[in-house]
């Protein structure tokens, strides 16, 4: 079976081929092909995975190209984990936000919107192709913002596209650790927008184990999300909501956080990872010991701002080990073995949020099969939550009619409407700064 990267220079690569390695069974992945505009990248990453496979028999051969064409024709499995822009793009996009007092976060608010706008026309550029080339290939989105991406991918795709994202997946381990549960049997109910939702029941042999924690504070303040948002809010949700809702419930206090830090996230990864690149690519360089390195510091350093603002310490040794890479492999062996599984997803509503339309890609349990991904029924959200679903699902509509149209009218409403940017006026300064220091916008008009 083979496997296409796309972003295959990307820094998180080796956690995927790292999963591939531990895959023994028939109908496996035996050849990787990583795409990648970066020669250098490609490079530096091969030389890792080279690493990781010595020793290990009939690991997965892996070849490399910048021929985005070739990496496509005969796909099993296509993987997009592009960055349109790079981390220089990402750093550029919160300095951008936080000069006007709002969150640069890649995913969240403004950061959020500006790398969605750069990145859906080239997105959309690789379904098409993927389409014409690869037609029965799956496509498994890695590309941030997860949710909005699969959408526009999935209107030439169909349900061939499917998002995946580790944020629900550690949320969910974290909250049947602190329970005393086995996380494999433990069944999630969680729905939302990606990183935008709740976990609102966790079932052990059918009981419902999620008010038991709710009624501790002990427990609560156990795990990195009870940390993070306090015992309180949480009793008051009822509900214990992904990470990334830190950034809506204590809006103000992670901006301020965000501009009063040494660097941002992207600024310190472009640092990072820019030493990383030119270390690794150098011949007699032990690639994998720095990988290992840099990976470490780049997940304990994970939210760090978040953390600090809610005094929850550091994370916990059990949270720096990744996780979507078990997800896709996961969702692959179903896929390909009809090995029958429920993951939780992005994929086409299909009715399971009653309030958005069919094809709105939501984040919910999934049975997974070799048929796809099908939504799993879910009871409807309490009103708080589905205003904010549904308001955020607005713009990223938005975001995805200005990339269709070009409408610079239509990108200053879809910052406008969001929920964290409080003005037209710094609406309209935003989308004129974002053009300004971004040539992939340079189609807003």
């Known amino acids: 079976m083979r496997l296409t990267i796309l972003g295959g220079g990307g820094f998180r690569v080796p956690l995927v081929y790292g999963a591939l390695l531990t895959d023994r069974a028939e109908g496996r992945v035996t050849e990787v092909v990583l795409h990648d505009l970066d020669a250098g990248r490609l490079y530096a990453v091969s030389r890792v995975l080279d690493a990781q496979a010595v020793g290990v028999p009939d690991a997965p051969r892996v070849t490399a190209t910048t021929d985005l064409d070739e990496a496509l024709r005969g796909a099993d499995f296509v993987f997009s984990a592009i960055r349109v822009g790079g981390l220089r793009g990402r750093a550029a996009d919160e300095r951008v936000a936080l000069a006007e007092d709002v969150l640069g976060q890649e995913t969240v608010g403004a950061g959020g919107i500006a790398y969605g706008l750069r990145t859906v026309p080239v997105a959309v550029g690789i379904a098409q192709r993927v389409a014409r080339l690869a037609p029965d290939a799956w496509v498994i989105n890695f590309t941030n913002p997860a949710g909005l991406v699969t959408e526009a991918m999935s209107r030439y795709l169909g349900d061939r596209v499917i998002g995946i994202c580790d944020s629900p997946v550690g949320l969910g381990r974290r909250i049947a650790r602190v329970l005393g549960a086995d996380p494999g049997r433990a069944s999630v109910d969680y729905v939302g927008l990606n990183h935008l939702g709740w976990v609102r029941a966790l079932r052990v042999d ?29 009793r008051s949700l009822g509900a214990i909501p992904n990470e990334y809702l830190h950034y809506y419930y204590f809006n103000r206090e992670a901006v301020r956080a965000c501009q009063q830090a040494e660097k941002t996230r992207g600024a310190f990864l472009l640092d990072q990872q820019a030493r990383f690149y030119e270390e690794a690519g150098r011949p007699g360089t032990p690639a994998l010991d720095l990988w290992n390195r840099t990976r470490a510091e780049r997940e304990a350093t994970y939210m760090a701002e ?35 599984t429920t993951l939780i997803l992005n994929v086409r509503n299909r009715g399971t949020l009653s309030v958005l339309d069919a094809d709105a890609v939501v984040e919910v349990p999934c049975l997974v099969d070799a048929g796809g991904a099908h939504p799993l029924a879910a009871d409807p959200l309490p009103g708080h939550a589905t205003g904010l679903v549904c308001s955020v699902k607005a713009v990223e509509r938005e975001v995805l009619a200005a990339a269709e149209s070009g409408s610079r009218a239509t990108a200053v409403k879809a910052f406008a409407l969001h929920p964290l940017i409080d003005s037209v006026g710094v609406a309209r300064r935003l989308v004129e700064a974002y053009t300004e220091v971004h040539p992939g916008l340079a189609y807003l008009e």
């Open 206 to 234: 059918g009981r419902d184990q999620l008010p038991r924690l709710l009624a501790d504070p002990a427990l609560l303040g156990s795990f990195e999300e009870g940390r993070l948002f306090g015992a309180d809010w949480l």
């Open 306 to 340: 978040n953390r600090r603002t809610a005094g929850a310490g550091e994370r916990e040794d059990d949270d720096l080990s990744g996780g979507y890479e078990k997800v896709a492999l996961a969702l692959m062996r179903a896929v390909a073995r009809d090995e029958r």
